[in-house]
T-cell receptor, first 112, second 112 residues
Framework: DAGVIQSPRHEVTEMGQEVTLRCKPI?????LFWYRQTMMRGLELLIY????????DSGMPEDRFSAKMPNASFSTLKIQPSEPRDSAVYFCASSLYNNEQFFGPGTRLTVL | GESVGLHLPTLSVQEGDNSIINCAYS??????FIWYKQESGKGPQFIIDIRSNMDKRQGQRVTVLLNKTVKHLSLQIAATQPGDSAVYFC???????????FGQGTRLTINP
């Protein structure tokens, strides 16, 4: 298995633009997680899905952030409009049942 | 690439020595704990896990100890190698929830 795949790996955009981050979980995993990592706040859980259904989105910072999982092999995290304070590394992770989470390589987002 | 805070606790050890990384977790209801390793520019990588019904678990060159009385977790790395240089995170999972809460991390550096 190729592991969790994220795209793009790097994204540079201007304030106010829409940003879409993509994730393909490990095949067969039933949980998918989106995290954000910053110097100031460390690694934070934004939202997670079980069997494509959002279970807990309490970590989503505000309405500018949204996440979808239209099928078992694809998820998106969208920021609209983006702001400089959204600059961070965004990780997607997947897991099978209540076991260890496997992380993707991350998307480094820079909002100018 | 920077993926962790500027003021992380740092542990420096000599190559070949044993390393012990400590972590205090916050919730007595947590029943599953994981150690992750994060190298620069990469996503966190699973090292070892332990459930709350155990107090010790061993892997290859790594041992995790759990002390529920004082809510303390430690990771021991035997015969530390240059490739062990990374930031190490502990994470706890609340009982009944598929939701990891990560610690701030400890940077491990290896002296030749």
């Amino acid at each position: 298995d190729a592991g969790v795949i994220q795209s793009p790996r790097h994204e540079v955009t201007e304030m106010g633009q829409e940003v879409t981050l993509r994730c393909k979980p490990i095949s067969g995993h039933d949980y998918l997680f989106w995290y954000r990592q910053t110097m100031m706040r460390g690694l934070e859980l934004l939202i997670y899905f079980n069997n494509n259904v959002p279970i807990d989105d309490s970590g989503m910072p505000e309405d500018r952030f949204s996440a979808k999982m239209p099928n078992a092999s694809f998820s998106t995290l969208k920021i609209q409009p983006s702001e400089p304070r959204d600059s961070a590394v965004y990780f997607c992770a997947s897991s099978l049942y209540n076991n260890e989470q496997f992380f993707g390589p991350g998307t480094r987002l820079t909002v100018l | 690439g920077e993926s962790v805070g500027l003021h992380l606790p740092t542990l420096s050890v000599q190559e070949g020595d044993n390393s012990i990384i400590n972590c205090a977790y916050s919730n007595s209801a947590s029943d599953y704990f994981i150690w992750y390793k994060q190298e620069s520019g990469k996503g966190p990588q699973f090292i070892i896990d332990i459930r709350s019904n155990m107090d010790k678990r061993q892997g290859q060159r790594v041992t995790v100890l759990l002390n529920k009385t004082v809510k303390h977790l430690s990771l021991q790395i035997a015969a530390t190698q240059p490739g062990d240089s990374a930031v190490y995170f502990c994470a706890e999972n609340l009982q009944g929830a598929q939701k990891l809460v990560f610690g701030q991390g400890t940077r491990l550096t290896i002296n030749p």
